[in-house]
């Protein structure tokens, strides 16, 4: 079987990105392209899967979509494998953004689950230039530039130099079957207007334009390799792991003095958040304890820098917990003084003693209880204070927290052993301070011993 010009640009596109794969997972709608990547991979002997979304935004059409994909896998004895969204899909607001995320998340849902090597997609090379003058057009850096790059990670858009008429001709050439979208038709999407009515002016008035964008895109590609190559040389003396906070960042101040700080910047927090520059840098200028909050992460300015981290990193505040002498375990976030732990649990005893005058630490502490003895357990809060154990008077537990030097992230989900429920009396403030009116003395009868759970 003579192979053709299409297919000796697909075979040597993987033979150069992914020389080792054994298995692949191409998406297919239905369309011309993804048919014809199909056909193209079956006929050169590839192992693969398709995965065929089916959204339903266009009824009785949609599901022929899905009815084409599934008996052209079917014939040919390859797993052709269907998600569908659900039926109120069409209702909500940003539509193709959703319709994205849909579609992105079952192929690495199901890559992972068949252990393929990489996930295909058909974007061509029109396709490629038309996203470079939408994102250039809208504004942009180099990254939406070359937004739909040949390889990306695992995911690989072999068709990524090739011109849709090749397509559409070998399409013609070995009678493929595909489906067309009538929505493609339309301007209704910007993608759509424009194919329909930017590019054809283009390229009337300069004929290379398509080799020219394929041309640019190539170069533009070379320059951003060269860019993060050089970024990431750079950005290891201004980024580095939280000391204290498991899971967070630092972004070290001094990246403000360097002339290319603004890039620096935009490439750390590009996949942290996409801060605003400008926002960071008011925020390294703030005092510690000031925050930003963008797409799942908070920024802080701290002691160690503008602390970064997901908000998976800060707990939730549970309710209170009473603590009685029936009470075994308990548990909390605990800051020993220098290192964050999301879940730190004690074992509570309760003993007799006549003479007890070891106190144990601050990390376990032994106290003194009554009968009577109830205590809470929660999170601290303004108004709370403290009559510490070698001191007199009483002080704030804000001051305790700022003398123990607790990241101002952490400073709300920090618990107490308490009095009340409310805000006042507080006994204990872990691996800070304990209050003497619960320290163990000659009278003391009862007592807590509280051990950490490792």
């Known amino acids: 079987m003579k192979t053709t010009a299409l297919e000796k640009e697909v075979k040597q596109f993987l033979a150069e990105n992914a020389p080792d794969a054994t298995s692949f997972l191409l998406l297919c709608s239905g369309g011309q392209d993804s048919m014809v990547l199909a056909d193209t991979l079956f006929r050169l002997g590839y192992a693969f899967h398709l995965l065929h979304v089916n959204y339903g935004l266009r009824g009785a059409a949609s599901d022929a979509d899905q009815q084409l994909v599934q008996m052209w896998a079917q014939e040919r004895a390859i797993p052709c494998h269907i998600e569908r969204a659900p039926s109120n899909f069409k209702d909500a607001a940003d539509l193709q953004a959703r319709a994205r995320t849909l579609r992105y998340d079952a192929a690495k849902r199901y890559r992972a ?68 979208d009538e929505s493609n038709a339309t301007d209704a999407y910007t993608r759509n207007y424009i194919r329909h009515h930017v590019v054809p002016p283009l390229v009337a008035a300069v004929p290379q334009a398509s080799a020219g964008l394929h041309t640019t895109l190539k170069n533009l590609r070379e320059l951003q390799a060269f860019v993060d190559t050089s970024i990431r040389r750079e950005r290891v003396l201004y980024e580095g792991r939280s000391k204290a906070i498991p899971g967070a960042y630092v972004i070290y101040r001094d990246v403000l003095n360097h002339p290319h700080s603004a890039l620096i910047l935009w490439y750390i927090l590009r996949d942290r958040g996409a801060f605003d520059i400008e926002a960071v840098r008011a925020l390294a200028n703030s005092q510690v304890g000031a925050m930003l909050e963008r797409d799942g992460w908070q920024m802080w300015a701290d002691r160690e820098g503008l602390l970064l981290l997901p908000d998976s990193t800060i707990p939730t505040i549970t309710p209170c917990i009473s603590v009685t002498q029936k009470t075994q375990k308990i548990e909390g976030p605990f800051w020993d003084g220098t290192q964050w732990c999301v879940a730190k649990r004690w074992n509570i005893h309760v003993e007799n003693a006549k003479t007890m005058l070891n106190l144990g630490s601050l990390r376990a502490p032994v106290m003194a209880i009554s009968r009577e003895t109830e205590w809470v357990w929660r999170a601290w809060q303004e108004g709370d204070f403290m009559y510490p154990l070698g001191m007199t008077g009483r002080k704030k537990v804000s001051d305790i927290l700022t003398e123990a030097k607790v990241p101002a992230a952490l400073r709300k989900v920090i618990y107490v052993l308490a009095k009340s429920q409310s805000s006042g009396e507080v006994y204990w403030v872990p691996g800070a301070r304990l209050s003497r009116l619960i320290a163990v003395s000659d009278q003391t009868t009862g007592i807590c011993r509280w051990t950490e759970d490792d």
């Open 113 to 180: 689950k068949g252990k393929h090597d990489a996930i295909i997609l058909a974007h061509h090379a029109n396709d490629a230039a038309e996203t470079f003058l939408f994102h250039a057009a809208r504004g942009t850096g180099l990254d939406g530039l070359v937004a739909l790059s040949p390889v990306q990670g695992n995911v690989m858009r072999p068709f990524w130099a090739v011109p849709k008429e090749k397509i559409d001709q070998q399409a013609q050439s070995f009678h493929i079957p595909w489906r067309e």
